[in-house]
């Protein structure tokens, strides 16, 4: 996860301190969309890194305990506002080499609670051929420490959508690069970056992986990501909560009754970037 949150592209960079969210609505074909980015600080940075994860991962559990909590009401809303967050941009240095142990620390923690997608973020500082060397090993090591990488499989899945998420897998991390200005080519302006050696241009797939990730964020998974958010990550945060409910009343054996908030558990013992 990066270390950098601006709100317009005219801002100077700054540090992240803290946990920032910002609305953009996205217009395409008549079709208005709501992205919610959350910026999360940086970590690993510091001499003592012990639970330096925890403000994200309590981040995400609270907007978890934040929708239960509107669910349990007598008189429920009939649409819920919901600020869960469906997917984690995980942000990996371009080094060429392993991931740091902090690193898998955090991504274990992280693919427990939401969707997490690897992206390797200044990805020209590569070579073609390191990158593809990159990507094969982040994705071993993915699979040697049994980090959940989305998209996930399922057997309600027809032959259309296996497919698609094989070659979403064989792409996996997206390699990306960002740029805030424009730069003319051929006549044209782009958005992109310009070197002695010639142009990046962002949106050029043969550049960059950034439309395959947009594409795959905000149009080929967008739908399933919010399903897999319900029915697997917010689903067994919800039953522990239940759980805890349902003790907490049973231990309870003389006068009035007090069920336990939906913070009083998990979500309040620990402590992603990305709700969209």
């Not at 801002?11 to 910002?22: L, Y």
């Not at 913070?263 to 970037?273: A, H, L, N």
Request: glycine letters at 4%; proline letters at 4%; aromatic letters at 8%.
């Amino acid at each position: 996860m990066e270390s950098k949150g601006r709100l317009s592209p005219d801002e100077p960079s700054r540090a992240t301190t803290e946990i920032q969210s910002v609305s953009h609505i996205i217009e395409e074909n008549g079709v208005r969309l709501r992205l919610n980015i959350v910026d999360t600080p940086g970590y690993g940075d510091l001499v003592n890194n012990d639970r330096c994860w925890d403000p994200i991962v309590k981040y995400i559990k609270d907007q978890h305990s934040a929708f239960l909590r509107k669910e349990l009401t007598a008189q429920r809303e009939r649409y819920i506002h919901d600020t869960r967050i469906h997917c984690c941009l995980f942000f990996i240095q371009p080094s060429g080499h392993a991931l740091k142990p902090i690193d898998i620390v955090v991504l274990k923690k992280l693919s427990d609670v939401v969707n997490v997608v690897p992206v390797i973020a200044k990805s020209d500082s590569l070579t073609l051929e390191e990158r593809s060397a990159f990507k094969n090993r982040i994705r071993e090591e993915f699979a040697f420490h049994n980090l959940k990488m989305y998209p996930y499989d399922s057997d309600e899945f027809d032959d259309e959508e296996r497919s698609l998420n094989a070659q979403i897998r064989e792409i996996l991390p997206f390699a990306v690069v960002g740029s805030e200005k424009s730069v003319v080519v051929d006549g044209k302006p782009v958005r992109g970056r310009e070197t002695k050696w010639g142009v990046i241009d962002v949106e050029n797939e043969s550049h960059c992986e950034f439309i395959l990730l947009r594409n795959f964020l905000t149009r080929t998974h967008l739908q399933d990501l919010i399903e897999t958010t319900s029915q697997i990550h917010y689903e067994t945060f919800r039953a522990k909560q239940l759980l805890a409910l349902k003790e907490n009343t049973s231990a309870n054996t003389g006068g009035s009754l007090r069920p336990s908030s939906p913070y009083d558990r998990d979500s309040m013992q620990v402590g992603s970037k990305g709700n969209f």
